[in-house]
């Protein structure tokens, strides 16, 4: 994981597990999820004091956790504590806001015939995740094929057409899906 290089590998374990706990399975655990993603802190330090692998986790593990660097997938406002994309349990509630004029997409070559028919869907997830530039994309699709083809995104026009956009992170765009119009996919 490139983009977290500078976390411990018990870190790396933490941040894996708060994915699933606030990503991916929220309701095995005893914790609320508010419409834009938040939990209680504290509620997530007990439920990691009551479990084996993570009784050694901390307040500030799991802030050093949310502050790595690379590509932030956490946020902590006040005693709450979110994923900040990627979800697949649920879908949080975003503000749209106006995109830049292009997003980019990286993806695998076995995808492209799908792509040019169904255009970019969230499959698995809640959002279809775009990047700002095309090196994050790339370093977002490197960890699925190790042939990534990167897809420039007409979001200015998708948005004058009715797509809503949202921004979780400085780097990470997401939207519902984009037809096929949208998408300049190289040959």
Same mark, same amino acid.
């Given at each position: 994981?490139?983009?977290?290089?500078?976390?411990?590998?018990?870190?790396?374990?933490?941040?894996?597990?708060?994915?699933?706990?606030?990503? !991916?399975?929220?309701?095995?655990?005893?914790?609320?999820?508010?419409?834009?993603?938040?939990?209680?802190?504290?509620?997530?330090?007990?439920?990691?004091?009551?479990? +084996?692998?993570?009784?050694?986790?901390?307040?500030?593990?799991?802030?050093?956790?949310?502050?790595?660097?690379?590509?932030?997938?956490?946020?902590?406002?006040?005693?709450?504590?979110?994923?900040?994309?990627? !979800?697949?349990?649920?879908?949080?509630?975003?503000? +749209?806001?106006?995109?830049?004029?292009?997003?980019? !997409?990286?993806?695998?070559?076995?995808?492209?015939?799908?792509?040019?028919?169904?255009?970019?869907?969230?499959?698995?997830?809640?959002?279809?995740?775009?990047?700002?530039?095309?090196?994050?994309?790339?370093?977002?699709?490197?960890? !699925?094929?190790?042939?990534?083809?990167?897809?420039?995104?007409?979001?200015?026009?998708?948005?004058?057409?009715?797509?809503?956009?949202?921004?979780?992170?400085?780097?990470?765009?997401?939207?519902?899906?984009? /037809?096929?119009?949208?998408?300049?996919? /190289?040959?």
């Amino acid at each position: 994981m490139q983009e977290n290089h500078a976390l411990t590998t018990r870190q790396r374990k933490l941040s894996k597990f708060l994915s699933l706990l606030l990503r !991916h399975r929220p309701a095995r655990f005893p914790i609320q999820l508010d419409a834009e993603g938040y939990a209680s802190l504290a509620e997530i330090i007990h439920i990691l004091h009551g479990l +084996p692998n993570f009784r050694w986790a901390s307040r500030a593990d799991v802030e050093a956790v949310v502050e790595a660097p690379g590509r932030r997938r956490f946020e902590i406002a006040g005693g709450q504590i979110r994923a900040l994309y990627g !979800h697949t349990a649920f879908r949080p509630d975003y503000t +749209p806001v106006t995109p830049p004029a292009l997003l980019y !997409h990286g993806t695998a070559p076995e995808h492209l015939d799908a792509i040019r028919r169904e255009g970019l869907r969230p499959m698995e997830r809640r959002y279809v995740h775009l990047a700002a530039t095309p090196a994050t994309a790339h370093s977002i699709a490197i960890r !699925h094929t190790t042939t990534p083809v990167i897809l420039t995104i007409d979001a200015e026009q998708a948005h004058a057409n009715g797509i809503a956009f949202y921004h979780p992170t400085d780097e990470i765009y997401l939207c519902a899906q984009l /037809p096929p119009d949208y998408l300049e996919i /190289p040959q």
